[in-house]
């Protein structure tokens, strides 16, 4: 009885070790998804959302703001880390444990309105011009395997606007939701960037993945908070505050 007793109590024990272990929660400065406030803390939908899914954890951790390629070198080869919001590629299928969808990006090609004598309307096309992309990204790694070589790359959309705005380069490639915003945070008139051509074949989804070397026990308990607050309609209303309109489950 006591041996039985003795199990059971370590079985309780393994199962609520993973909330004691020291989880890492990293991502980037990606309007409106995630950024800094005035505060420097973390906020935006994908913060909220992740809160959300740490609190049913019942994981205490504080989510940091970290450049992308550091953040993504420390999530490929560390234990126990969360990193959002990732685009989920089949590159990266295999080397990370995935958690759950924040929302879909939308990609297009950006220009100043003022270039009427710029336009594009197919793949094939755009490669014949200068394009400014953020490196160490979805979108850098995309462009390079469609055969674009004419690439100039930024740290942040911020940077690559400035050059655009100095015809550093022709079009920038971005993600709407996330350039519209940080465009309405930099000094450019909203009005002096359009866009121009539609990748539409690589419309991407982001998500929350956690590093390969974690503990699968970790993994389960974040995927089952996860679907809870999907449940529950927090992901929901999260979106309707953060995004005016929710995407599809």
Excluded: C
Aim: proline share 3%; charged share 25%; net charge positive.
């Amino acid at each position: 009885m006591a041996l039985r007793l003795l199990l059971l109590l370590w079985g309780i024990l393994l199962s609520h070790s993973v909330v004691a272990q020291r989880i890492t929660v990293l991502t980037e400065d990606l309007p409106p998804y995630q950024y800094k406030d005035e505060l420097g803390d973390a906020t935006g939908y994908a913060v909220a959302l992740m809160d959300a899914v740490l609190k049913q954890a019942k994981i205490n951790s504080k989510i940091r703001i970290v450049p992308w390629a550091r953040g993504y070198n420390q999530a490929l080869n560390q234990k126990n880390v969360v990193l959002f919001s990732m685009v989920r590629t089949p590159e990266r299928e295999p080397l990370f444990k995935w958690i759950g969808e924040v929302d879909q990006l939308h990609y297009y090609l950006y220009k100043l309105s003022s270039r009427k004598d710029l336009s594009v309307s197919s793949v094939a096309e755009a490669r014949n011009y200068r394009i400014g992309v953020t490196k160490v990204s979805f979108e850098h790694d995309t462009l390079l395997n469609l055969g674009f070589s004419r690439l100039t790359t930024g740290v942040k959309y911020a940077q690559l606007l400035d050059m655009l705005a100095a015809n550093r380069f022709d079009f920038l490639f971005a993600s709407q939701g996330p350039l519209e915003e940080v465009l309405k945070e930099t000094k450019h008139d909203e009005s002096s960037v359009e866009t121009d051509f539609h990748f539409k074949q690589i419309d991407q989804k982001l998500y929350i993945a956690l590093s390969k070397k974690s503990d699968e026990a970790l993994a389960k308990k974040l995927r089952s908070a996860y679907q809870t607050v999907v449940a529950k309609g927090i992901k929901h209303q999260l979106q309707l505050q953060w995004l005016k309109s929710p995407i599809h489950q």
